[in-house]
């Protein structure tokens, strides 16, 4: 890749953005990183993921700033005009976004609008931007296409996902810029976060303490490892979707794309259990407890059109992918 490739990353300290951001350096980009290091969950994990994974790096430089803010956006992106944005930071949990509703416009909306804004005034050559599979909620039809109108989110959260794919869209329309969203599907693995499911039952599993079970564990989730969504969103963001007026995965005929990047192998969060507890060398006690406000009965990627134009393969089973996480998980609790 040539070196006069300059990628603007958002939520470059988060867990898909700093394996991103590893990789992009890698193979040769040069990347701008910010992030705001709010303490939604302990900040020193985003300090400790920006020193481990990617370090001190001459192509690499972080800001700390908050995307939302348009003046402070412009001070940390600089004298350099980025040529591609990978926009990763949100504020992100569904839970979460009914305890702190504003916060979610504020990064989600604002900060979106931001993005598309400095996307616009560069005139970058593509900007790729993170969705979510929640934005599909409990009416679609399994497996979930990006074609079918999601348009019933469940969650403040997957409203204003749902929104920013909208926004991007009229940004599309306007000014023909190429945009792609990324709808994740539960991403888990080595240096993942700790308000997700595996990184709770972990440490609950190791604590010897029960894990609590919603809707009495009838959830399906098509778990996604980290590995195989870096490698689709890399393969996104260097296949611009066209100006030419034909449809695109999730059906607009403007130069913006919808892809589904999940495992296509939901699995019933038992099946997690029993690989966690194996990993983990306990015996899971566990706590039936109701469904909880805002969450989906399941997950599904129908990822048939990622597989076509991105040549996108998620390899990464359950039985490898959860016992990587253990191993990290244990390491990073190891007092050095």
Known sequence: MSHSRIILVTG????????C????????????????????????????????LIGPH??????????????????????????HILHLGAQAGVRHSLDAPMSYAHSNLTGHLALLEVARHARVAHMVYASSSSVYGNKSPLPFSADVPADTPVSLY????????????????????PLTGLRFFTVYGPWGRPDMALWRFTERLLAGQPLPLYNHGNMRRDFTYIDDIVAGTLAALDAPPQSNGQPKPGGYTTPHALYNLGNDQPQPLSALITILAQACHTTPRLDHLPMQPGDVEATWADITPARQNLGYAPKTPLETGIPAFVRWYQAYHTPD
């Open 12 to 19: 470059a300290a988060g867990f898909i953005g700093a394996h």
């Open 21 to 52: 951001t590893k990789a992009l350096l890698a193979r040769g980009d040069r990347v701008i990183g910010i992030d705001n290091l709010n303490p939604y969950y302990d900040p020193a994990l985003k300090h400790a993921r920006l020193e481990s």
């Open 58 to 83: 001459p192509a690499f430089r972080f800001a700390k700033a908050d995307f939302a803010d348009p003046e402070a956006l412009a001070a940390a992106i600089g004298p350099d005009t980025p040529s």
């Open 158 to 177: 997957a409203a204003t996902k749902r929104a920013g794919e909208l926004l991007a869209e009229s940004y599309a329309q306007l000014y023909q810029i």
